[in-house]
C-alpha cells in the first residue's frame, strides 16, 4: 500500500502536462505566441516587419532621401550635414544615422528570425495552400536582403575588401551571430537569395497569378505583392549581391536574373505622367508605403526654405540638360532647383493622406544593372542594347549608344543614369561604392575611393 | 519610487488619473484588504505540538522550527489588538519595507506594496514585483497577502515568521521572499460558548513636522523675495485680509479625530468528535483623513468531526468590505496652500481659485471636497478550506487539504464635471466633462495539498517522512473602463456618462499555475538532538519556458544543551543550540520577462498602395514589443544560520547569525545589437545579507505578591552588499535616476538599498545656484549621473525594541519603544518644499533660509533654480525613538464574571504610536498623516 502511494505522488510530482504551465496572459493590448494560432497573425507579423523598415531610421529617411541620397552628391546639403555628404562618417550626423540603421536593420533581421521559429513551431496552423510556404521564402529572402544592407553600408566593397569582416549573420533569435568576411557573407547572402526566389517562384501571386486574398487576408493579390519582397524583388537582390562580388561568372549569372525580371516581369515604363504620380509608382518592383505623411513631410522639409524647411537644393553636379527634352525626369527639376515634385502628395486635394510610397527596387535599376551585367560577363553588345532600351523607355532615344561603344563609354553612360535615374531614393551611392569610384562632390571636390568607405559600427 | 511632491501638475483627466485628489492608483494597484475569517483545518489529537503538529501545517520541521521567530497570537494582541501588520513590525525588528517612502502613514486603505525579512533580496529597480512580498500562508494554505492588515486578531493561535531558507524550503519557488505563517484557534472541547469582543479604538494624526510658515510669515517672505516688486497694491491688499481674517491652517482641514469600533461574536463548543464554530462580526474602521474609511463585515461557519481513524472539517467564509479613500487627496496637497487665503465666504461655501491672476494663484482642494467626487471600492471574498485526514495505522497517515478562494473588488470613481481639471474645457469639450471609472479585479484559486506521513518511535530514535503534493491554481482578472460626459456634479454613476472616453479600455487576465513535490525526513535522538533534512520541486507557469522547474533544499540541525549535558542545572532552564543550511527558489520576473509579447501596431497600419481609396485597405501591423529571455532562472536564497537561545536564571536570551546570499538576481546586461536588442535579461546579479538578531528578556522582579516585572530589550542588525552586478545595469539604472533626480541608485560592492546623491559644494553666493563636487574634485552646476556618490544603507544599522511588562494580579501592562539607529534618509520634502520651492505656494519656515541679494550665505538655492538633483545637502543619518505600545489590561476575577452571569471579562487599553522622535525633522507621511490610536478592547465569554 505505502509502496503505490508513494509511486504515485511520485508520478504526480514528475508528470505533468506542460500545456497546464503555458498559461499565457491576456490584456494590456498584448498578446503572448498563441496569438499565431491563424494564418492573419503571421500576414499582420510580416506587415510589422514592413511598417518597422520604412521607420525615418531606414528607408522612411537615412537610408533613402533623408541620408544615403546626399551621399550620391545630389544635394547641396544643409548647415550640419556637410561633413556627412562628403562621407565622412566620423561626423555626429554620420554617427548617428549609422548607429540607427544598424540597430534596426538588426532588429528587423531578429523579427524576421522570429517569424521563421514561428513558422517552424506551429506546424499546426492551416494556411491557405502556397500562403505558408510564400511567406516563409520572403521572410527568409528578407533577412538575407537586409544583411546585403548592412554589408553594403558598412564594409568596404567586397570587390576592394573581400576580407573585411563586420557584419555578423543572424540566424535564429539566440544571441548568437556566426562573424564572416565580407566574401562569405556575399555567399550566404546570394544562396539564401537563391533558394527564396526558387520558392518564391511556386508561391508567390505576382508569378501565378492568382492572390491568397479572402475577405480576412488582404495584401497578397498579384498587384499588392510590390508592398513586400517579391520574386522579381528576391531576384533582384540576388543580382546585387551577386554583381557586389563582381566575378565574370556572377555578372553572367546576376545577367540572367535582370533580363529574367525584363522578360517575365511584365514591368514597363511611365512614358507619360498622368495625375500626379511623378514617382513613377509603376515602375515599382519593391517598394514600401509611406507612413501617412512620412515621404511627403520629409521632401516638403528638406526642400521648403528656411525657417520652414531645411532649404536643401539641387547640387551643380546634377544639369537637367543632361535628359533628353521628352524625358519624363525632367518633372522632378523644379524651378526652385529643387525636386519637390517627385514625392509631391500624389494628390492636390487632400495632401497629407496620399504620400508617396518608398521605392526600394525598381525596373530601372534592373535595366541599368543588366546592361553592366552584360558588359562585364562578356556581352557588350547585349550590354548597349539593354542600355539603349532603357534610354528609349526614358524618351531619350537620343542619348543612345552606337553599338561600336566601348565598355567604358557605357559605364560612363550608366553612371550618368544612375545620377538621375534614383534621384532621392539613395541608391547611386552603392553604385559608385560597388565600383569604387572617385566622386565629385557637391561641391566641386573629389571623394576618392568610394568603395573603401563604411559606415562605422557604433555600438 | 516617485516623486510625491512632484505630482501637483494640473494635467487634464484622463487614464488612471482620473480622479486629481485620490491616491494615485500605482500604490496599492487594487486596495483589497479585507478581513476575513479562513478556514482552520484539521482539529483534535494531531495538534498537539510534539506529537502530530504537522498535520496543521506540514511544511515545518522540528529544527527549522526552533530557528525561526515564532509568536504566540496573545503576545500579538498586547501588542496591537487589531492590527496583525503593526503588531508584527513592533515584535520582529527584522521586518522592513513595509512603507519605505512613508507615504501612506495610518491609512486603513493602504497594504504594504513590499516587506522585506532580514534584508533586501532584490535590486530596487522594481522591474518586476513577482518577488516583493512575502508569501503568507494561513494554516497550510496561502492567503493574499493584502488580508494580512486587517487579518482578524482574535483567531490567530500563533504567528510564525521564516526568514531563512532552511525553513522557506519547504514552501518553495512562492516563499522566495519569505514566509509569514499563521496558524488559528482550534475550537476546544467544551460545552457551547459566546464570546463578544469589541474594540473601540480613537485616533489622532499629528501633524506637526510641517513646520509651515503662518499668514504673516509667508507674506513677509514673500515680499523679501521680491514677489511683490511693482505690485505693493497687492501686498497691502492680502496683508489687510490677513489682518481681517486671520491666518488659514489649510493642514487641519483634511483632519478629523476619527472613532473606529469592531464587534465580534463567536459561539463555539464541541465534545472529542464534533467541534462547531460560528463567528459574526462587523468593524467599521474611520480614518484620520475625513472621508476615509473601510467597513467591513462578515461570517464564517466551522465544523470537524473525527473518528479513531478519520478526521475531517470544513469552514467557509464569507467576507465583505466597503472601503472609500478620503477625497481631501495627499496631505502635500494642503501643505502647499497659502495661509493668507481665506478658504471659503462668509456663508461658508468654499473658493475654488484662491488668488486669480496673481502670481500665488491657486486651486483650491477645499472646493474639490465640496464636490460629489468620491473612489470606492467594494469587496467579497469566498473562502472555503476543506481538510481530510486518514490514519491507516499508529505510523501511517494520509491527509488532504483543498482550498477554493473567490475574491471579487469593484472599485468606482467619480470625478465631478464641476471638478477644477475641467477648468480650461472649451465649450465643445463639454461632453467630455466628468468622468466614471469602474475597475474590477477577481482573484479565483484552487490550491490542494496531498501528503502522507509516516512516524517510527525506536528507543531512542524519532523518525519522521512526510512526502507530500501540492497544486496552486490561480486566475487573477482585471479589467476597467471609464465614461464621461456627466453635466451635474449629482450624475455619479456610470449610466450617466455620454459616451466611454477615448482610451482604450484596459484588460488583463494573468494565471499562476504550480505543481510542487515535497518531502522531509526528520530524525531526533532521546528528544535531544534533532536533524531535518527537506527538499522540494516547484514546477510553476510563472518560470520561464526553458527553465520551468525549481528546487529548493535544507538541512537544520538543533541541539539541546541543557537536556544533553545540563539536565540538573536549576541555573540553566533551557539552553539550544540551531544551525541551518538551505536554498530557496524564488519569483522574480512577470511573463513578459520569458515569454515573447506581440501587439498589434494600431497607429501605425501598413497601407497596401498609394492614392486615397487604396489608403482605405491599409493592414493590420503586428510587432514584438519586448525584449526576453526564456532561460531566465528563477532567484536562489541561499541561507546559513547558527542561534542559541536559553534562559539563564530569569532571562531568557536568543541570539542568531545568520549569512544569505540571494543570487542569479534578475539583471540587465548589454549585448550587440544585432541580437535583436542592444541588451538582454540575465541572472548575474546576487546580494548578500548577513546579520545579528538578539532578544533579552529579564524578569527582574517576580514576588509572592503576585508582581511580575520584565525588561526586554531586541534589535535586529543586517547588512546588506550587492555582491555582483553587471555594469550595463548599474550604468543603466543609474543615469535614469539621476535623469529623475531620484537619490537611489546601485552600485557592486554598496548596500541593496544604498541611498545616493551627489556631493553638494554648497550654494553659489553669486548666482543662488547649488554647485557639485565632480568625481575628479572639481565643482560644476552640471554634474552627470557619474558623480553620483554612496551615501549609506536606507536600512538602520541596529534596529528593534526595549521595554517593560508588568503583571500584578489580574492587571498587565506594557510598555514598548521602538528605535533605529544608523539609517541614511534622504529629506525629499525640504528639497522639494524649501530648496526648489517658489514663492507661489506655502512654504516651511526653514525657507527663511533661502537664497537672496540679501542672504547670500544661504543654505537653500535661490528662486531660480531648475535642477532636482539628489543632493548631499539632503542626506542625513535617522535615529528615531518611538513610544509605540502602551497597554493596561484587567482580567476580571472569575466570581466578578460570574455575577454578571459572564465565564471571562477581560478589558484592556492599548495606546499605539503615542510619541514619535526623530533627528531628522522632516514629516512623517506626505500622503496620509500617521496618527496615534488609544484601543478600548473588551473581551466577555458568555
Redesign the interface.
Same mark, same amino acid.
Given at each position: 500500500?505505502?509502496k503505490i %502511494? /508513494?509511486t504515485a505522488?511520485?508520478l504526480?510530482?514528475?508528470v505533468?502536462c506542460?500545456k497546464?504551465?503555458?498559461?499565457?496572459?491576456?490584456?494590456?493590448?498584448?498578446?503572448?505566441?498563441k496569438?499565431f494560432d491563424n494564418e492573419g497573425?503571421f500576414?499582420?507579423?510580416m506587415?510589422?516587419?514592413?511598417?518597422?523598415l520604412r521607420s525615418a531610421e531606414l528607408y522612411g529617411s537615412n537610408l533613402t532621401l533623408g541620408g544615403v541620397e546626399f551621399l550620391a552628391q545630389s544635394f547641396n546639403p544643409y548647415a550640419g550635414a556637410g561633413a556627412w555628404a562628403k562621407m565622412d562618417f566620423n561626423d555626429d550626423m554620420a554617427l548617428t544615422i549609422a548607429r540607427e540603421a544598424?540597430?534596426r536593420l538588426?532588429?528587423a %533581421? /531578429?523579427?524576421c528570425?522570429?517569424i521563421l521559429r514561428l513558422f517552424a513551431e506551429k506546424k499546426d496552423v492551416d494556411f491557405i495552400a502556397g500562403s505558408r510556404e510564400m511567406m516563409v521564402a520572403e521572410a527568409r529572402g528578407l533577412r538575407a536582403f537586409l544583411h546585403f544592407e548592412l554589408l553594403r553600408l558598412y564594409s568596404p566593397a567586397c570587390t576592394v575588401d573581400s576580407g573585411a569582416s563586420n557584419i555578423?549573420w543572424?540566424e535564429g533569435?539566440q544571441?548568437?551571430?556566426v562573424q564572416m568576411t565580407t566574401a562569405q557573407l556575399t555567399d550566404k547572402i546570394i544562396s539564401e537569395l537563391e533558394a527564396a526566389a526558387a520558392e518564391l517562384a511556386k508561391y508567390d501571386p505576382i508569378v501565378t497569378g492568382v492572390g491568397y486574398d479572402d475577405l480576412s487576408l488582404?495584401?497578397t493579390a498579384p498587384i499588392?505583392r510590390v508592398?513586400k519582397l517579391n520574386y522579381y524583388g528576391c531576384l533582384a537582390a540576388e543580382a546585387r549581391a551577386l554583381m557586389s562580388r563582381g566575378t565574370a561568372e556572377d555578372f553572367g549569372k546576376a545577367y540572367g536574373l535582370l533580363t529574367k525580371i525584363i522578360g517575365e516581369g511584365g514591368y514597363a515604363f511611365v512614358r507619360t505622367v498622368s495625375g500626379t504620380?511623378y514617382e513613377f509608382?509603376a515602375e515599382f518592383i519593391f517598394a514600401l508605403?509611406?507612413?501617412?505623411t512620412g515621404f511627403c513631410a520629409l521632401s516638403e522639409e528638406l526642400f521648403n526654405p528656411a525657417p520652414d524647411g531645411k532649404g536643401v537644393t539641387l547640387s551643380a553636379r546634377l544639369d537637367i540638360d543632361d535628359l533628353h527634352a521628352d524625358d519624363r525626369r525632367r518633372n522632378w527639376f523644379d524651378s526652385d532647383n529643387t525636386m519637390r515634385t517627385k514625392f509631391a502628395p500624389?494628390?492636390k486635394i487632400?495632401k497629407w493622406?496620399?504620400a508617396?510610397?518608398i521605392p526600394v527596387i525598381k525596373i530601372g535599376e534592373v535595366y541599368l544593372m543588366a546592361a553592366e551585367a552584360a558588359a562585364k560577363s562578356e556581352q557588350l553588345p547585349a550590354g548597349i542594347g539593354q542600355f539603349n532600351d532603357f534610354m528609349v523607355q526614358r524618351n531619350s532615344e537620343s542619348l543612345k549608344l552606337p553599338d561600336t561603344a566601348t565598355q567604358a563609354q557605357l559605364m560612363e553612360a550608366l553612371g550618368k543614369q544612375y545620377q538621375y535615374e534614383f534621384l532621392g531614393e539613395g541608391v547611386r551611392y552603392h553604385f559608385c561604392k560597388r565600383l569604387n569610384l572617385t566622386v565629385t562632390a557637391y561641391d566641386g571636390s573629389q571623394i576618392t575611393d568610394v568603395g573603401k568607405k563604411a559606415f562605422p559600427i557604433v555600438? | 519610487m516617485t516623486k510625491p511632491l512632484q505630482t501637483n501638475e494640473r494635467k487634464l483627466p484622463g487614464g488612471i488619473s482620473a480622479v486629481r485628489l485620490l491616491r494615485p492608483l500605482a500604490f496599492p494597484a487594487v486596495v483589497s484588504v479585507m478581513l476575513s475569517m479562513s478556514p482552520s483545518p484539521v482539529f483534535g489529537q494531531g495538534n498537539t505540538p510534539g506529537h502530530e503538529e504537522f498535520v496543521r501545517d506540514n511544511c515545518r520541521t522540528d529544527s527549522a522550527a526552533a530557528a525561526e521567530a515564532g509568536y504566540s497570537g496573545e503576545e500579538l494582541r498586547r501588542l496591537h489588538p487589531t492590527d496583525l501588520v503593526r503588531a508584527l513590525q513592533l515584535i520582529d525588528p527584522s521586518i522592513c519595507g513595509t512603507d519605505p517612502d512613508e507615504r501612506y502613514g495610518s491609512d486603513p486603505n493602504a497594504v504594504p506594496a513590499a516587506m522585506s525579512l532580514q534584508g533586501v533580496k532584490s535590486f530596487i529597480w522594481g522591474m518586476s514585483d513577482a518577488d516583493a512580498r512575502p508569501l503568507v500562508i494561513v494554516d497550510g494554505h496561502s492567503e493574499s497577502f493584502d488580508r494580512l492588515k486587517d487579518f482578524d486578531m482574535q483567531r490567530i493561535a500563533s504567528v510564525t515568521l521564516l526568514k531563512n531558507a532552511t525553513a522557506t524550503a519547504l514552501y518553495g519557488v512562492r516563499a522566495g521572499q519569505g514566509a509569514i505563517v499563521i496558524t488559528t484557534k482550534v475550537p476546544e472541547a467544551h460545552p457551547l460558548r459566546l464570546t463578544y469582543n469589541f474594540d473601540g479604538t480613537f485616533q489622532r494624526a499629528g501633524m506637526r513636522a510641517f513646520d509651515l510658515m503662518d499668514a504673516g510669515q509667508k507674506l513677509d517672505w514673500e515680499k523679501r523675495m521680491g514677489a511683490y516688486e511693482g505690485n505693493d497694491a497687492l501686498y497691502r491688499q492680502r496683508m489687510a485680509d490677513v489682518k481681517a481674517n486671520g491666518s488659514t491652517d489649510w493642514l487641519d482641514m483634511p483632519l478629523r479625530t476619527s472613532f473606529s469600533h469592531r464587534h465580534r461574536v463567536s459561539v463555539y463548543g464541541g465534545d472529542s468528535s464534533l467541534r462547531y464554530r460560528g463567528v459574526l462580526y462587523m468593524n467599521p474602521v474611520k480614518g484620520v483623513m475625513k472621508g476615509s474609511k473601510r467597513t467591513m463585515y462578515g461570517a464564517s461557519a466551522f465544523i470537524g468531526y473525527t473518528t479513531r481513524r478519520l478526521e475531517i472539517s470544513n469552514e467557509l467564509s464569507v467576507d465583505m468590505a466597503d472601503a472609500s479613500e478620503s477625497t481631501y487627496g495627499p496631505m502635500y496637497e494642503w501643505a502647499r496652500m497659502n495661509p493668507y487665503y481665506a478658504p471659503a465666504d462668509e456663508r461658508g461655501v468654499p473658493y475654488d481659485i484662491l488668488g486669480e491672476g496673481t502670481f500665488s494663484e491657486q486651486w483650491s482642494p477645499l472646493y474639490e471636497t465640496s464636490l460629489n467626487s468620491f473612489a470606492e471600492n467594494k469587496i467579497a471574498r469566498v473562502n472555503n478550506n476543506l481538510t481530510l485526514r486518514w490514519k491507516i495505522d499508529e505510523h501511517f497517515s494520509v491527509a488532504g487539504q483543498f482550498n477554493l478562494t473567490h475574491d471579487h473588488d469593484k472599485r468606482s470613481e467619480f470625478t465631478s464635471p464641476m471638478s477644477l481639471v475641467y477648468k480650461d474645457y472649451e465649450i465643445d469639450e463639454i461632453d467630455q466633462k466628468g468622468s466614471y471609472r469602474i475597475l474590477r479585479n477577481r482573484l479565483e484559486s484552487y490550491q490542494e495539498k496531498v501528503w502522507a506521513d509516516y512516524r517510527l518511535e525506536r528507543e531512542r530514535h524519532t523518525l519522521r517522512a512526510t512526502l507530500g503534493m501540492e497544486v496552486y491554481s490561480a486566475t487573477m482578472t482585471d479589467d476597467a473602463f471609464r465614461g464621461v460626459g456627466m453635466s451635474s456634479d449629482h450624475m455619479d454613476y456610470i449610466s450617466f456618462a455620454q459616451r466611454y472616453a477615448a482610451e482604450r479600455p484596459e484588460g488583463t487576465k494573468t494565471y499562476e499555475r504550480v505543481l510542487s513535490g515535497y518531502g522531509v525526513v526528520s530524525w531526533s535522538l532521546d528528544r535531544t538532538l534533532f536533524v531535518d533534512l527537506a527538499g522540494r520541486v516547484d514546477k510553476s507557469s510563472m518560470l520561464a519556458p526553458d527553465k520551468r522547474t525549481a528546487g529548493s533544499y535544507s538541512l537544520t540541525a538543533a541541539y539541546d544543551l541543557k537536556k544533553a549535558l545540563l539536565d540538573n542545572s536549576g541555573f540553566v532552564g533551557r539552553l539550544m543550540l540551531t544551525a541551518g543550511y538551505g536554498s530557496t527558489a524564488g519569483y522574480q520576473f512577470d511573463y513578459g520577462f520569458v515569454n515573447p509579447l506581440y501587439a498589434y501596431d494600431i497607429d501605425n497600419p501598413y497601407f497596401n498602395g498609394m492614392g486615397s481609396n487604396n489608403y482605405s485597405k491599409g493592414l493590420v501591423s503586428f510587432y514584438n514589443m519586448n525584449n526576453y529571455n526564456p532561460a531566465l532562472k528563477w532567484k536562489t536564497t541561499r541561507n546559513v544560520n547558527v542561534g542559541v537561545s536559553g534562559r539563564i536564571s530569569t532571562v531568557d536570551i536568543a541570539v542568531k547569525y545568520y549569512n544569505t546570499l540571494s543570487k542569479d538576481l534578475l539583471t540587465l546586461e548589454g549585448q550587440n545589437v544585432a541580437f535583436g536588442s542592444g541588451f538582454r535579461y540575465a541572472n548575474s546579479g546576487a546580494i548578500r545579507n548577513s546579520g545579528l538578531e538578539f532578544s533579552v528578556a529579564a524578569g527582574v522582579l517576580r514576588d509572592r505578591s503576585g508582581l511580575d516585572l520584565t525588561l526586554f530589550a531586541k534589535g535586529a542588525v543586517n547588512r546588506s552588499k550587492i555582491t555582483e552586478l553587471p555594469d550595463y545595469s548599474a550604468t543603466t539604472f543609474n543615469s535614469t535616476m539621476f535623469e529623475y533626480g531620484y537619490h537611489y541608485g546601485m552600485a557592486e560592492g554598496d548596500a541593496a538599498d544604498g541611498l545616493y546623491a551627489l556631493r553638494s559644494a554648497g550654494i553659489d553666493p553669486a548666482t543662488g545656484k547649488e554647485q557639485f563636487y565632480l568625481r575628479d574634485g572639481s565643482k560644476s552646476f552640471s554634474p552627470t549621473a557619474e558623480d553620483m556618490e554612496y551615501q549609506g544603507s536606507m536600512t538602520p544599522k541596529l534596529r528593534g525594541t526595549f521595554g517593560v511588562t508588568a503583571a500584578y494580579r489580574n492587571f498587565d501592562f506594557a510598555a514598548v519603544f521602538s528605535y533605529s539607529l544608523g539609517g541614511k534618509f534622504y529629506d525629499l520634502y525640504t528639497q522639494q518644499a524649501v530648496d526648489l520651492a517658489g514663492y507661489s505656494e506655502n512654504v516651511p519656515t526653514a525657507a527663511e533660509g533661502k537664497w537672496n541679494t540679501s542672504n547670500k550665505d544661504a543654505v537653500y538655492q535661490g528662486l531660480d533654480n531648475s535642477g532636482g538633483y539628489a543632493s548631499s545637502r539632503f542626506v542625513s543619518t535617522r535615529n528615531t525613538l518611538s513610544l509605540s505600545s502602551l497597554r493596561i489590561g484587567y482580567a476580571f476575577p472569575k466570581k466578578i464574571a460570574s455575577v454578571m452571569r459572564m465565564q471571562g471579562l477581560k478589558v484592556s487599553l492599548t495606546c499605539d504610536d503615542l510619541w514619535y522622535t526623530s533627528s531628522v525633522k522632516s514629516p512623517r507621511s506626505l500622503y496620509y498623516p500617521y496618527a496615534s490610536s488609544f484601543i478600548l478592547s473588551l473581551q466577555a465569554t458568555f
Open positions: 500500500m505505502k %502511494i /508513494y505522488f511520485l504526480l510530482v514528475t505533468s506542460d497546464w504551465f503555458e498559461a499565457e496572459p491576456q490584456g494590456g493590448g498584448q498578446s503572448g505566441a496569438v497573425s500576414r499582420d507579423y506587415n510589422g516587419i514592413y511598417t518597422g544598424y540597430t538588426y532588429a %533581421i /531578429y523579427q528570425n522570429d555578423l543572424m533569435t544571441p548568437k551571430g488582404l495584401g499588392d508592398w504620380d509608382s508605403p509611406s507612413p501617412e500624389t494628390s487632400d493622406k496620399t508617396p510610397a555600438k | -
